[in-house]
């Protein structure tokens, strides 16, 4: 689970100053590596990602909340990408702001740098869940909860066939999804959990 240990505010990107800061054209470069490596990182973990949002989710930010799998926002959130206003543009998320948003509402998103309340970034597929302030740990628990329940294994399996998949051309993402189904009938845990299933019991997963 993702969340800021900031009571009103998820985050709100970074620093402006490193945009006109002293460094190097070439440190700059290397330095917005580390969001690259961020996002693979949480593409790659194996395990679903849940973000917690309050208050201000903009700019990078956004995108770290975008490279999670599951995202539940309390009513008061704002979401944006504020950039263009300032004279920047948010390249280093448009790759997942475009893989989780139609490409109309995300024209709309990085072009005008307005701030959407969490109904209009729930409407827009931003978010998955909208709750009151209060009801966010709870709400959050309860999906932590069920997503802990499931085979580690399948769940490990089913992670990267949705990142790898997404991409393919289609009869390329079918064959490959083919191999994945015959990988994963080859586990314990789904002979576990369909015997579980006609057995009506909780399965016990083994994780292989």
């Known amino acids: 689970m993702l969340a800021s240990s900031h009571e009103k505010t998820f985050s709100s990107g970074a620093s402006l100053g490193g945009f006109a800061g002293d460094t190097s054209l070439v440190e700059k470069h290397s330095g917005s590596e580390r969001f690259v490596d961020l996002f ?8 679903p990602t849940l973000c917690a949002t309050r208050g201000h989710t903009l700019a990078g930010a956004l995108g ?4 999670c799998d599951l995202i539940v926002a309390c009513e008061e959130a ?19 702001i475009y893989r989780n948003v139609p490409r109309k509402k995300a024209n709309e998103l990085l072009l005008l ?10 409407a ?10 209060a009801e966010l740990e ?5 999906w932590s909860g069920e997503l802990a329940a499931k085979s580690p294994v399948i769940m490990r399996l089913g992670k990267e ?5 997404l ?42």
């Open 40 to 47: 693979k990182l949480i593409g790659e973990l194996g395990k």
């Open 64 to 67: 770290i909340a975008l490279a």
């Open 78 to 96: 704002t979401f944006g990408t504020p950039e263009i206003n300032v004279g920047a543009f948010p390249f280093m998320i448009m790759a997942l």
């Open 113 to 122: 740098g307005e701030r959407w309340n969490a109904q209009q970034a729930h």
């Open 124 to 133: 827009a597929g931003i978010v998955n869940r909208v709750v009151p302030d």
């Open 138 to 142: 709870a709400a959050v628990a309860a």
């Open 161 to 165: 066939a949705m990142r790898r998949q």
């Open 167 to 208: 991409d393919m051309p289609l009869d390329e993402a079918l064959d490959y999804l083919r191999a994945q189904l015959t990988l994963a009938m080859s586990t314990e845990d789904i002979v576990e959990g369909v015997s579980a299933f006609f057995e009506k019991r909780e399965p016990q997963w083994k994780g292989r």
